[in-house]
């Protein structure tokens, strides 16, 4: 995928009011985040808590992070920063070249202490193009992408009822909205959450 390409289809991630949501809830979990109403950001005023970018480095518990706008991010996670890969995770599951979205703290030395961290995570609105085991081909404005059903983590909200991990009323066709974490430098995402109607 190309720069751009990423681009366009990291835009479609949780950002601004829902990232905010998340950790004024206190929730790492995607879906608390999108969940939270009236809690958006002016896209138009740059907020110094929150961060995005790809990550170039990682030096202790610092990431070193390029972002979207090629603004360079100093990023430090501590014992107490919720992390979220495709799951609630750990400091050792983040690598050079994931995406990531923060929010915290900036502090006077210009690095942002982070209270959240979402590596990866993509939100995207689709059509299920095609189904074989284990994976979904959606149609995310006229881009495929492939979604690949996780084991033991993938779920689907059918009318907004509890999640459950049988996606047998999953149809081709059928408008979705998936929240996963894409595998960098592909047009493939893990599937976290699905929902669809019943």
């Not at 998340?22 to 005023?45: H, I, N, Q, Y």
């Not at 808590?49 to 030096?59: C, K, L, P, Q, V």
């Not at 009822?161 to 995402?189: C, F, M, Y």
């Amino acid at each position: 995928m190309t720069s751009l390409g990423r681009r366009r289809f990291l835009s479609s991630a949780v950002l601004g009011g829902a990232v905010v949501g998340a950790t004024a809830f206190g929730s790492v979990a995607p879906e608390r985040a999108m969940a939270s109403p009236g809690l958006e950001l002016d896209p138009s005023l740059p907020d110094p808590n929150f961060a995005e970018g790809r990550i170039s480095a990682i030096t202790g518990s610092m990431l070193m992070v390029t972002g979207s706008d090629r603004a360079l991010h100093r990023i430090h996670v501590t014992d107490g920063t919720s992390l979220w890969k495709l799951r609630p995770t750990t400091f050792d599951a983040i690598k050079v070249g994931d995406g990531l979205y923060a929010r915290g703290l900036k502090l006077d030395d210009g690095t942002l202490a982070a209270d959240s961290v979402w590596v990866n995570i993509v939100n995207l609105t689709a059509h299920i193009a095609a189904m074989d085991k284990n994976v979904l081909h959606l149609d995310h404005h006229g881009d495929r992408v492939v979604g690949h059903v996780v084991a033991g983590t993938t779920a689907a909200v059918y009318n907004d009822t509890p999640a459950v991990s049988d996606l047998s009323l999953l149809q081709v066709g059928k408008h979705v909205q998936v929240i996963g974490a894409w595998r960098p430098d592909t047009n493939e995402v893990d599937i976290a959450t699905v929902f669809a109607a019943a």
